[in-house]
Antibody, heavy 124, light 113 residues
Framework: QVQLVESGGGVVQPGRSLRLSCAAS????????MHWVRQAPGKGLEWVAV????????FYADSVKGRFTISRDNSKNTLYLQMSSLRAEDTAVYYC?????????????????WGQGTLVTVSS | DIVMTQSPDSLAVSLGERATINCKSS????????????LAWYQQKPGQPPKLLIY???IRESGVPDRFSGSGSGTDFTLTISSLQAEDVAVYYC?????????FGQGTKLEIK
């Protein structure tokens, strides 16, 4: 069965950096696009970024463009989110999710499986 | 960017009754070349990640009870729960994947009356 396990969250000061990881199992990781979605405490879902199966296509929300970088290591079945210049408004639970397509054409799909999330708190 | 707006923000329905949640996109999410609406619905229960219910606006995900159905096209969509069960208490979100950046609606909280 598909399993996605996020890690790397924690408390970080404003302006600092943090890297999240998402370990995938139960499917052929290298064949599917992957997403990051976040949820601020008590708030709704916000899509953050998506990456194609081979890492060649990446798209970002305007709120994180230029500060966050999505990447993947298909040899390790792991998705990453490098977050820099963090702000208080980046405080959220960060979920990784699997796309049902490879995203080979640049068009991504829905999220058919989600991890349990990892909490990032940006505070001094 | 496409903005997704759900209505109502919250909803209370009696057990066994029908629940209807609406979702409107700021521009069409219907792709004319394949006649598909690039819209999904998710359910999120407290303390849990979201769960996929519906994709392509009306295709139920495997394992989702058939009391859940999606309809609509273009800019106006509906999620219907035909006979509300206690376990359906949750927040429901629509999502467009027609273009980047993808976007979710603000969510609709469904409770038992």
């Amino acid at each position: 069965q598909v399993q996605l396990v996020e890690s790397g969250g924690g408390v970080v000061q404003p302006g600092r950096s943090l890297r999240l990881s998402c370990a995938a199992s139960g499917f052929t990781f290298s064949s599917y696009g992957m997403h990051w979605v976040r949820q601020a405490p008590g708030k709704g879902l916000e899509w953050v970024a998506v990456i194609s199966y081979d890492g060649s296509n990446k798209f970002y929300a305007d709120s994180v463009k230029g500060r966050f970088t999505i990447s993947r290591d298909n040899s390790k079945n792991t998705l990453y989110l490098q977050m820099s210049s963090l702000r208080a408004e980046d405080t959220a639970v960060y979920y990784c999710g699997k796309d049902p397509t490879a995203i080979s054409t640049g068009s991504s799909g829905w999220l058919d499986h989600w991890g349990q999330g990892t909490l990032v708190t940006v505070s001094s | 960017d496409i903005v997704m707006t759900q209505s109502p923000d919250s909803l209370a329905v009696s057990l066994g009754e029908r629940a209807t949640i609406n979702c409107k996109s700021s521009q069409s999410v219907l792709y004319s070349s394949n006649n598909k609406n690039y819209l999904a619905w998710y359910q999120q229960k407290p303390g849990q990640p979201p769960k996929l219910l519906i994709y392509w606006a009306s295709i139920r995900e495997s394992g989702v009870p058939d009391r859940f159905s999606g309809s609509g096209s273009g800019t106006d969509f509906t999620l219907t729960i035909s006979s509300l069960q206690a376990e359906d208490v949750a927040v429901y979100y629509c999502q467009q994947y027609y273009s980047h950046p993808q976007a979710f609606g603000q969510g609709t909280k469904l409770e038992i009356k």
